[in-house]
């Protein structure tokens, strides 16, 4: 695999390094995940259940990503695939004939991800940052996008809440870029509360929802 040197200033890294980006992101991370592990409980135990009966196959799919600095991590989410025909390095869109029943609606309100909170709490991922990619797909940033492995990868991001899978690869970048150079306190609370509109009504980018 061809390796990327990066291409991005010090000064690109300032949010980073602020008191929030250092110190209080982390602890917002730990206090959060475990409130939302808390009252997730019900719904993971539900979802579980849902996709235990929906198809054979195990309750989770593991895979690996890229996470803080490139370090490759194993996430997990819950299956929503059918075991035989699921091509882990294909994007699945929500009309993909590999998506179970079950699997199209916690994809649509986005369950299947629900496991990861354990990542935030072990530290491996955010609450909030670009999410993580498979290694295959840091091919696609441009030396100037790898600023986007400077940070841990999130449960959600700016781009998630802006058209997702929607975007193009490199809008998807370019979004986690501005998010990189622009990290605050007010910018992760206002992708939160994003997040919670796109759980309930849609990704939305040009007229189209899912």
Same mark, same amino acid.
Request: proline residues 7%; hydrophobic residues 40%; aromatic residues 10%.
């Given at each position: 695999?061809?390796?990327?040197?990066?291409?991005?200033?010090?000064?690109?890294?300032?949010? *980073?390094?602020?008191?929030?980006?250092?110190?209080?992101?982390?602890?917002?991370? +730990?206090?959060?995940?475990?409130?939302?592990?808390?009252?997730?409980?019900?719904?993971?135990?539900?979802?579980?259940?849902?996709?235990?009966?929906?198809?054979?196959?195990?309750?989770?799919? &593991?895979?690996? +990503?890229?996470?803080?600095? +490139? &370090?490759?991590?194993?996430?997990?989410?819950?299956?929503?695939?059918?075991?035989?025909?699921?091509?882990?390095?294909?994007?699945?869109?929500?009309?993909?004939? +590999?998506?179970?029943?079950?699997?199209?609606?916690?994809? &649509?309100?986005?369950?299947?991800?629900?496991?990861? *909170?354990?990542?935030?709490?072990?530290?491996?991922?955010?609450?909030?940052?670009? &999410?993580?990619?498979?290694?295959?797909?840091?091919?696609?940033?441009?030396?100037?996008?790898?600023?986007?492995?400077?940070?841990?990868?999130?449960?959600?991001?700016?781009?998630?809440?802006?058209?997702?899978?929607?975007?193009?690869?490199?809008?998807?970048?370019?979004?986690?870029?501005?998010?990189?150079?622009?990290?605050?306190?007010?910018?992760?609370?206002? *992708?939160?509360?994003?997040? *919670?509109?796109?759980?309930?009504?849609?990704?939305?980018?040009?007229?189209?929802?899912?």
């Amino acid at each position: 695999m061809m390796t990327i040197e990066p291409s991005y200033h010090s000064s690109d890294l300032t949010a *980073i390094n602020t008191f929030y980006g250092r110190f209080g992101k982390p602890m917002m991370d +730990r206090a959060g995940g475990f409130v939302l592990l808390v009252f997730a409980s019900p719904l993971l135990l539900i979802t579980a259940a849902a996709v235990t009966l929906s198809s054979p196959g195990p309750v989770l799919y &593991r895979q690996v +990503r890229l996470g803080r600095h +490139r &370090r490759p991590f194993y996430i997990y989410k819950f299956r929503s695939m059918v075991v035989q025909n699921d091509d882990p390095a294909k994007q699945a869109y929500l009309d993909d004939p +590999r998506i179970t029943r079950v699997g199209r609606l916690i994809r &649509r309100v986005k369950l299947d991800e629900l496991p990861q *909170i354990w990542h935030v709490l072990t530290g491996d991922m955010s609450l909030v940052g670009p &999410r993580p990619t498979l290694p295959e797909q840091m091919q696609n940033c441009t030396p100037s996008q790898l600023i986007r492995y400077e940070v841990l990868p999130g449960l959600t991001g700016w781009a998630q809440v802006n058209g997702n899978v929607l975007l193009s690869v490199y809008d998807r970048r370019e979004h986690d870029v501005y998010y990189v150079k622009h990290l605050s306190l007010l910018f992760d609370l206002r *992708i939160l509360l994003m997040t *919670i509109a796109v759980v309930l009504f849609g990704e939305k980018v040009k007229g189209r929802a899912w």
